[in-house]
């Protein structure tokens, strides 16, 4: 059932749950699950706003591949969610992307999307792209708007296949997904620069987000926790296109002449470090001496009972044996994933 609907706002408990609106001179479609289903067919034709049932109800969106279309852009006027937990995950709210070639098949992500875009690409063996917002029954939040805008594969507006975001502008801030509050887990996309003007561009720099940049006070890079640079970067990192992968730091001025202009972003399945084997953990005899298995050998530990204490006493344990090259001091130290809050950067394009 469709009502043709005059005005820019859409009730909320219409029962008709496909209307179209007049926006800006362009017919816009809007979309939620029925009453009771979890999923809806986006048909895909025109620009639709998606936009939940009722408070706190999962829809998955099936947005259908219509001939001579290739993308979709995702826009986010209104999308507030709760964050990931300490360890990166999207444990209570979470919205998750299937079918697409842009990002792995499962791809989620949460907190604050509000002015957040997405690109998807169709794959040549999928007509259909998935999204699910998910909202817990315990999240603060429960309604959303996400704007769909099907792009045809001759237009001007599509982007490469592996952008999951793109800028079309000379100058710019990119944030990792809810910068600055908890960083995610899981996670490897691509955010391009790139418009029909990339002929003219010479060299993009990079830098870190000053206050001024709408993040005051906060780090504008924290991808990893840890007292010293490793020399490798091989858990959470980004890479602009033409330098090294970058986890601890940027340089103040990050420059590069490599098209295209391109971050890959990198997030690892973690935001907790395994297991920390650490002494003071060890409450009775028996859990110390089971730090020896725990920690792969690496330490014997042995349990001195308090006599003045029933069941109280102090675990130690040694490296034995040393396997070389091997730091033992890496086991104790804080957890280097802790706390982490993502990424802010801006950029400039010179002619
Ligand atoms: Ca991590
Ligand atoms: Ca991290």
Redesign the pocket.
């Known amino acids: 059932m469709k009502i043709l609907h005059f005005s820019k706002f859409t009730t909320f408990l219409i029962v008709t749950l496909i209307t179209i609106t007049l926006v800006s001179g362009q017919w816009e479609y809007q979309q939620s699950c029925f009453y009771g289903e979890n999923k809806v067919a986006v048909d895909g034709y025109g620009r639709t706003v998606l936009f939940p049932a009722y408070m706190w109800s999962s829809c998955t969106f099936l947005i259908k591949k219509n001939p001579g279309f290739c993308q979709i852009r995702l826009d986010f006027p209104s999308y507030t969610s709760s964050s990931a937990n300490s360890a990166?995950d999207c444990d209570t709210d979470r919205l998750t992307v299937r079918n697409s070639v842009t990002v792995n098949d499962g791809f989620s992500t949460c907190g604050d999307l509000t002015g957040k875009h997405m690109y998807l690409s169709f794959g040549d063996n999928c007509d259909t792209i998935e999204i699910t917002p998910k909202f817990s029954t315990t999240s603060p939040f429960g309604y959303y708007n996400i704007e769909v805008t099907p792009i045809p594969c001759s237009s001007p507006d599509l982007v490469p296949t592996y952008c999951l975001q793109n800028y079309n502008t000379s100058t710019g801030v990119v944030t990792s997904f809810d910068y600055p509050k908890q960083?995610q887990?899981s996670q490897q996309y691509t955010i391009c620069v790139h418009s029909q003007k990339v002929e003219d561009w010479k060299e993009i720099s990079w830098k870190r987000c000053t206050s001024e940049d709408g993040f005051p006070g906060s780090s504008p890079f924290s991808m990893?926790s840890s007292d010293v640079p490793p020399s490798t970067c091989d858990?959470?990192w980004i890479a602009v296109n033409g330098d090294q992968p970058r986890c601890f730091n940027v340089p103040s001025n990050l420059r590069s002449t490599w098209k295209p202009f391109l971050i890959n972003v990198n997030?690892?399945e973690?935001?907790l470090f395994p297991p920390i084997i650490d002494p003071e953990f060890a409450t009775s005899a028996a859990s110390c001496i089971g730090l020896r298995p725990k920690s792969g050998d690496l330490f014997v530990c042995a349990w001195f009972a308090e006599p003045s204490h029933v069941n109280s006493g102090t675990c130690q344990c040694d490296v034995s044996p040393v396997v070389p090259g091997f730091d033992p001091s890496v086991l104790f130290e804080p957890s280097p994933?802790v706390g982490?809050i993502g990424f802010c950067l801006k950029y400039e394009v010179q002619t």
Do not use: V
């Open positions: 990166g960083q887990n990893i858990t959470d997030f690892d973690m935001e994933d982490n």
